[in-house]
């Protein structure tokens, strides 16, 4: 059937069945006439309300007409003016709620496929020789704790405006949730390296297994190390579990755990990589997020033959992309959905044997504006499988904020931070992303760094 110009070019995948049971990208990226074909699609509104639903405010039609010129090193410039991650954020953004909701085009058909072709452009810009230089221009140099998104960006920045910086990062290796929590069918790996290759390549020094409040504390970077000024952009990576009998049998993960066994020490390749990780016949998932998708879909992959999201609402509440979950659903992936895990049922060696169920109903909406779930009762029944893996979220790790004093954090452990600046409680310690929001988005980090940047950099200029 041809493409209609009201319809979304679609995104070339690989076949579901071939996919499901490796890692390679799910993803193949547009060809260089389905961007074109795509980019035409941009009505280049006099009001681009897609930038508005942007959370770095990309030009969004500027970027797209350029690609529907042919001008990509001026899509390309003009998308890294606003999203030092482009080629990442092009892959994992929820472009459904953000740009691509506000877009012109969804009142009448599709919208435009902004984060495919942002994609794309970042994809052509990997193939070009990369243009930075390390050029120091300033006195001061600037610490930053945590290289996920919000660190890298926070760095990248803070070298382009000419200080020294030092990542300091508590795993082996840089890139936060995209290295050991985003898998690579989602987010190939070389990508990340590529930009933290930019990084290095801007003078940015990455220094792996320090652990800031643990190798040093906060207030060493200030005054063993001189630093001048700090950003923390630690994140949220301490996972929730739900406080059932079971929890603490052999086969039950957190999400976390389960994902960085596989990304970040490379469990799918043992017994040559040293990390195992067991997967049994059939894994449930608890949650509907973007972490329980790639838990579930990642369970596929390590073997399980039935993989199932297990959630106590409806798909309407569910927190996942559209994208992850479809794919989900092409690869043979079970829904559970209005299920309340109750119990993680012993098989009699102290391993996971089942999970005992009961089935929901929604009700009114709860604090979080999502219809509230009410258990129905005499409704109870045991799921047969063998893991269990715990996707229901995640919070900021107390570490750091317990070993500094004068840090606050707000009643569920978030750093307080100004919303603008990043500023935190301290003087000259700025902070942003999950750390500061609890577990959000790529680009909401990546924002928050940038601001932070160059909140920092107003701050030491205004003290020279
Ligand atoms: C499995 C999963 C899938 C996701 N999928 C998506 C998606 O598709 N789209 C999307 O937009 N978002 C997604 N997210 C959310 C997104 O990845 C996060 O919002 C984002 O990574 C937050 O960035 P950050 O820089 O704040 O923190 P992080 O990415 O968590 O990075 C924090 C870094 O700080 C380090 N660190 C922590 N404490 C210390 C310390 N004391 N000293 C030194 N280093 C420290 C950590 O090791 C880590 O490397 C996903 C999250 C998960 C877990």
Request: proline fraction near 6%; hydrophobic fraction near 40%.
């Amino acid at each position: 059937m041809p493409v209609k110009r009201a319809d979304k070019t679609p995104m070339p995948v690989r076949e579901a069945q071939a996919r499901a049971h490796d890692f390679k990208e799910v993803n193949a990226g547009y060809t260089a006439s389905q961007a074109a074909f795509e980019s035409e699609r941009c009505l280049r509104c006099q009001d681009p309300v897609c930038v508005d639903g942007c959370p770095v405010s990309v030009p969004i039609p500027e970027f797209i007409h350029a690609v529907a010129t042919g001008d990509m090193a001026g899509a390309a410039r003009m998308l890294r003016s606003s999203n030092p991650l482009p080629a990442i954020c092009g892959r994992v953004c929820p472009q459904e709620t953000q740009c691509e909701a506000e877009c012109s085009m969804t009142l009448r058909f599709n919208p435009v496929a902004i984060g495919h072709l942002e994609r794309y452009v970042a994809d052509w810009e990997r193939t070009q020789p990369p243009s930075v230089e390390a050029k120091i221009t300033r006195k001061e140099k600037v610490a930053v704790i945590g290289a996920g998104p919000s660190g890298l960006v926070c760095a990248g920045e803070l070298a382009r405006r000419g200080y020294a910086v030092t990542i300091y990062e508590a795993l082996h290796a840089a890139g936060g949730v995209l290295r050991y929590g985003i898998p690579e069918f989602r987010l190939p790996k070389a990508i990340l390296d590529w930009e933290i290759g930019i990084l290095k390549a801007m003078g940015v020094e990455i220094v792996c297994n320090v652990i800031i409040g643990r190798t040093l504390t906060l207030d060493d970077l200030f005054e063993r190390h001189g630093y001048a000024a700090v950003f923390i952009g630690t994140g949220a990576g301490l996972p929730q579990f739900l406080g059932i009998p079971g929890e603490n049998l052999n086969g039950v993960y957190s999400a976390n755990e389960f994902l960085t066994r596989i990304n970040l020490m490379r469990a799918y390749e043992f017994p040559d990589a040293d990390t195992p990780v067991r997967v049994g016949k059939r894994v449930a998932v608890i949650g509907a997020g973007n972490t329980a998708m790639d838990a579930v879909r990642t369970s596929l992959r390590m073997g399980a033959e039935e993989a199932m999201i297990v959630y106590r609402r409806s798909e309407k509440e569910m927190g996942a992309r559209v994208e992850e979950y479809h794919h989900a659903i092409e690869e043979g992936v079970k829904l559970h959905w209005l299920t309340n895990p109750l119990e993680i049922l012993d098989d009699g060696s102290g391993w996971v044997g089942g999970l005992k169920c009961q089935k929901m109903k929604l009700g009114e909406p709860d604090a979080s504006g999502r219809a509230r779930p009410i258990p129905i009762s005499g409704s109870e029944f045991v799921l047969p499988v063998d893991n269990v893996i715990l996707a229901i979220g995640t919070t900021p790790n107390p570490l750091l904020t317990r070993t500094t004093e004068g840090l606050l954090t707000n009643k569920k452990g978030c750093l307080v931070a100004d919303e603008q600046t990043g500023l935190t409680s301290k003087p000259l310690v700025f902070a942003g992303g999950d750390a500061v929001t609890g577990a959000a988005t790529v680009i909401l980090a990546a924002g928050a760094g940038k601001r932070a940047a160059q909140a920092i950099d107003e701050a030491l200029v205004a003290r020279t």
